[in-house]
């Protein structure tokens, strides 16, 4: 078998997301020297995207801009990821963010740090109904807990199994059932409301996870996502800040723009003028004709991609249990609706504002008329924090086909909705936000929705089946032709900026424990 020459092994990564371009930070640190990312559009961070309230397009704040916050990175939005997740030593995204100086020192505070809230933060909320009331924490906050309580219970099957029910939605929605009663015997006049709210905190869930419905979603395996230490924090310059940051570590060069991969054709020998006769076993073939060939290919499109051109996207076809587990993967929407305000109707410590229909005592987390009733699916708002930094910023938030559908529509009529639907909960016929910014992460032709959740009859095996490199070990051929990272390859941490950051480093380290990087030759491994 001709070996390729090692360390200067052609090698491209498709996608310049996080994980596209912590593969190549990591390849060109262990000395590899042809290493490319082809990108389907004309920027690099791919989910992670900032974008500015009240800009026609979307612009990110400059690493520059940082040194004065207050002024220039007024207006900031999250159009993709907000947080990060579990800020602490273990998290890579917080260790790069700390490095690069891009975070507040309270998020990197040791006490920050140790806080583990288990990925549901505790947010200083405020209750609004929809006739026009608003709520007292002693009537709501036991809701809350008694869901969180359940939401735990339903994370243990994992480690115990013996799930009762198949989804988490079903486990949620009978035990809720059954032990409300009991629970709340001696306050018969608040079942109604709280179990109004168990709805809205269903819909919560679904944004969460990035689910239809939580009926759509594993019980059995809903306890893989592993959540870290850490109270959630932001990049007050934006989280295109990190991606800044990383990319000016890369050569200028190394990211081919606006090149969508049609195909890629793998177990497939090139020899041709612009391979210098040597022999490629993988040919990148792009929507505009071009043609690249390499040695290794590592894949990074989100799994929304692959669902969507699963039988197109390799040539040969992705081998059938790679084929089902692509299927089997949840992979749904969850988008945001950013609203400008004069002036704040929120009460000054208020982060987090639910929404509460007083009609949806019985436990749905969808719709029954999506065209009619989508706004009922919006579950609430964040709020942005600090306002001096962000002025009166609503972030609202809806999963779903519900979501889906929302995108169809024009800014103006979402708008229109937005708006009727606070003057209906607020019970204030005045209130207008001046400004409106919503994502359309379902329309987007590269991700076709928001971040990975396992679905109902999935497990581990699906995202470990998912992430095997191609060919199979058991093959002849060159091997790890076609490797795949991106979060939906991450067993703990898949939806997630730290996930897929791992998954471009976990790839690249197998193509750097492929070769011997001292001498440049296939290692004593294979
Ligand atoms: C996080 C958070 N967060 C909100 C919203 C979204 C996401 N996430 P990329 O897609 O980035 O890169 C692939 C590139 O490939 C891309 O540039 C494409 O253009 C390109 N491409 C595609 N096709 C191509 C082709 N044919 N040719 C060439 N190029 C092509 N994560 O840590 N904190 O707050 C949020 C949030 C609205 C949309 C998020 C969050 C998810 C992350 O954004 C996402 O995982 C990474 O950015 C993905 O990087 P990548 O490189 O893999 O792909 C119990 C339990 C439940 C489990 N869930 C827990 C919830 C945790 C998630 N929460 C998320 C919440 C928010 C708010």
């Known amino acids: ?76 939005v999250e159009i993709g990821a907000n947080w990060i997740h579990g800020p602490s030593k273990e998290n890579p995204v917080f260790r ?30 405020n209750w609004f109904t929809s006739s026009g009331r608003k709520l007292r924490p002693e009537t709501m906050a036991p809701a809350v807990e008694f869901f969180m309580k359940l939401l735990e219970r339903s994370q243990q099957f994992y480690e115990s ?12 929605k009978a035990e809720a059932e059954r ?14 409301i709280r179990m109004a709210m168990i709805n809205t905190l269903l819909k919560v869930e679904c944004c969460v996870s990035g689910t239809h419905t939580m009926d759509d979603v594993g019980l059995g395996a809903f306890g893989m996502y592993k959540t870290l230490p850490g109270l959630d924090c932001t ?25 969508p991969v049609k195909c890629i054709h793998w177990n497939y020998t090139k020899n041709g003028p612009d391979t210098k006769g040597t022999s490629f076993p993988v040919t990148i073939e792009c929507l505009d004709g071009k043609t690249f060939a390499a040695d290794h290919v590592i894949v990074t499109v989100p799994l929304g991609y692959l669902k969507k051109h699963q039988d197109t996207f390799l040539s ?15 992979f749904g929407t969850n988008n945001k609706i950013f609203l400008e305000f004069e002036q704040p109707f929120w009460e000054e410590d208020c982060e987090l504002i639910y929404l509460v229909w007083e009609d949806e005592t019985d436990l749905a987390d969808v719709v029954s008329d999506v ?47 937005v708006t009727q639907l606070l003057r209906k909960f607020t019970g204030n016929p005045t209130i207008a936000p001046r400004k409106l910014l919503r994502s359309q992460w379902f329309h987007n032709p590269y991700s076709f929705g928001s971040y990975t959740y396992v679905a109902k009859g999935c497990s581990g095996y699906d995202i470990d089946n998912l992430a095997k490199p191609l060919p199979l070990k058991d093959s002849n051929a060159k091997p790890l032709q076609v490797l795949f990272a991106g979060e939906a390859t991450h067993r703990s941490f898949f939806s997630t900026v730290h996930g897929a950051l791992l998954t471009g480093w976990r790839e690249a380290e197998r193509l750097v424990s492929l070769y011997t990087p001292a001498s440049g030759s296939l290692s004593s491994k294979l």
Not at 161 to 172: C, H
Not at 241 to 248: A, E, F, R, T, V
Not at 252 to 259: A, C, F, P, Q, R
Not at 316 to 330: N, Y
């Open 179 to 192: 032990l409300a009663p009991e629970e709340w015997k001696e306050d018969q006049a608040n079942i109604k």
């Open 161 to 172: 199994g013996g799930e009762p029910l198949p989804s988490v939605g079903e486990f949620l």
């Open 96 to 125: 790069l963010a700390c490095d690069y100086q891009l975070l507040d020192k309270e998020s990197m505070s040791e006490e920050n740090q140790a806080i583990d809230m288990g990925g549901h933060p505790l947010f200083v909320p």
């Open 1 to 76: 078998m001709a070996l390729p020459s090692g360390l200067d092994s052609q090698i491209f990564i498709i996608g310049c997301g996080i994980s596209g371009i912590g593969a190549a930070q990591k390849l060109l640190k262990h000395g590899f020297s042809n290493v490319r990312i082809i990108e389907a559009t004309a920027r690099s961070g791919g989910r992670i995207r900032t974008g500015r309230l009240g800009w026609s397009g979307l612009l990110h704040c400059s690493s520059q801009t940082l040194e004065q916050p207050a002024l220039s990175c007024d207006n900031i």
């Open 316 to 330: 040969p076809s992705l081998p059938q249990h790679k084929l089902h587990s692509i299927q089997r993967m949840g």
């Open 235 to 259: 990049f007050p310059g934006g989280y295109e800040s990190l991606i800044d940051h990383m990319m000016k570590e890369l050569p200028k060069d190394i990211v081919l723009y606006n090149k």
């Open 371 to 417: 065209k009619m009733s989508w706004i009922r699916k919006l579950f609430g708002f964040t709020v942005l924090k600090p306002a001096e930094r962000f002025g009166n910023v609503l972030c609202g938030w809806i999963a779903g086909h519900e979501s889906e559908y929302m995108e169809t529509l024009s800014e103006f009529e979402v708008l229109q909705s």
